[in-house]
């Protein structure tokens, strides 16, 4: 079998033929890349619905639109929660990623689920909001001291907070990429341009600085397990801000403005590539302007169409397996500089050694 998942999404109209074991396929693909909902959604869009699906996988795809639906009532109630936890923090409080495309009810949290909840604020309010967050429950379960400099010197969040309770995870950003990386972002002019959620308490990202965090995430991402959802959550937003004839200039612009050219242009091919959607002819250009060097281009569209190809036994080669590990280093290299990336995968080796050397926690001595 091969990946059967890829080229549905370039067939908006079309319903698809899959027969028999096709199917038992395409929903391991799906499920692989969290993508069960996004295509019970989009099946449901097209003629005769879920019910021309066979039963048992209907009822898989019926399974995930539930798993959605209640996923958006845990985040919405988080929200309010955190909300109430930081009300007397200064400055913008920014949902970013899933937690914003649902908040601000864009097209992208269609069909999506939730492992964690992003947010951001002004780095100078980092610690007023961490704080606020341990009174509300949220605590950090990162206890090595050195991962937790890790994070607070050279990322541009703080470790991961969960919830005593709830078990809820929160990760609180200062910016959107880390301030070691070649793709470093100003955390401040993203908070200039963050729009209000009305009286939520909470802000997002501009348009053109939502589409920007897209593009350079999955630009930078080292693990590409879900990395088709994340082009896909671009293409919605691009599909969705695009038809305001003012989005392609400011987009342009502000990718210029913040050096976040490459990831667009690179990304924007990829998504020209999936769904045969290709940029306005008036902005072919700028975006040329942006692209990389001609060997680093073709390298790259060549590693990315390989890894966004679904994780999946059926589809999965040696090649994606290479495109994959040949990301993960490269997101290493682009994120830190060698003379801090050296040492830390030194040290995460030997910790790791040290880890699978000690005895179990029930192992007794002889």
Same mark, same amino acid.
């Given at each position: 079998m091969a990946d059967l998942l890829t080229p549905f999404w370039a067939q908006p109209e079309q319903r698809p033929d899959w027969q028999g074991r096709a199917w038992e396929t395409v929903m391991g693909q799906a499920r692989r890349g969290r993508l069960m909902a996004r295509l019970a959604l989009k099946l449901s869009e097209m003629p005769g619905g879920l019910d021309a699906v066979p039963s048992p996988q209907r009822g898989f795809l019926q399974g995930a639109l *539930?798993?959605? =639906?209640?996923?958006?009532?845990?985040?919405? %109630?988080? +929200?309010?929660? &955190? *909300?109430?936890? &930081?009300?007397?923090?200064? !400055?913008?409080?920014?949902?970013?990623?899933?937690?914003?495309?649902?908040?601000?009810?864009?097209? @992208? @949290? /269609?069909g999506r689920v939730f492992s964690d909840i992003d947010l951001m604020v002004a780095e100078g309010s980092l610690e007023q909001a961490e704080s606020a967050l341990l009174g509300g429950g949220w605590i950090s379960q990162e206890r090595d001291a050195y991962n937790q400099r890790y994070y607070r010197q050279w990322m541009h969040e703080i470790p991961p907070l969960e919830h005593v309770?709830? !078990?809820?995870?929160?990760? +609180? =950003?200062?910016?959107?990429?880390?301030?070691?990386?070649? %793709?470093?972002?100003?955390?401040?002019?993203?908070? @200039? /341009?963050a729009r209000p959620l009305g009286d939520s308490g909470f802000h997002v990202l501009a348009p053109e600085d939502m589409v920007l965090h897209s593009a350079v995430h999955l630009y930078q991402e080292g693990e590409l397990d879900h990395g088709m959802r994340d082009l896909l959550d671009l293409h919605e937003l691009l599909q969705d801000f695009g038809k305001d004839p003012a989005f392609w200039p400011t987009l342009i612009a502000r990718a210029e403005e913040l050096s976040l050219g490459e990831p667009l242009s690179v990304l924007l091919t990829q998504r020209q590539r999936l769904l045969g959607i290709e940029p306005p002819a008036d902005q072919a250009a700028p975006l040329k302007a942006f692209e990389p060097p001609w060997p680093r281009r073709? +390298? &790259?569209?060549?590693?990315?169409?390989? @890894?966004?190809r679904p994780q999946h036994p059926d589809c999965d080669t040696w090649l994606s397996r290479c495109a994959r590990r040949a990301l993960y280093l490269r997101s290493h290299l682009i994120r830190m500089p060698l003379h801090l990336l050296v040492p830390h995968l030194v040290r995460k080796a030997w910790m790791a050694r040290m880890s699978a050397a000690a005895p179990a926690p029930n192992e007794g001595t002889a």
């Open positions: *539930r798993v959605v =639906h209640r996923h958006r009532l845990d985040v919405l %109630f988080e +929200l309010d929660q &955190m *909300r109430r936890s &930081m009300q007397g923090v200064p !400055g913008p409080i920014v949902l970013l990623k899933g937690a914003a495309y649902l908040a601000a009810d864009l097209p @992208a @949290a /269609r309770q709830r !078990g809820t995870v929160l990760d +609180l =950003h200062h910016t959107i990429s880390p301030p070691t990386s070649r %793709f470093k972002v100003d955390g401040h002019a993203l908070l @200039a /341009r073709q +390298l &790259m569209q060549g590693l990315l169409a390989l @890894a966004l």
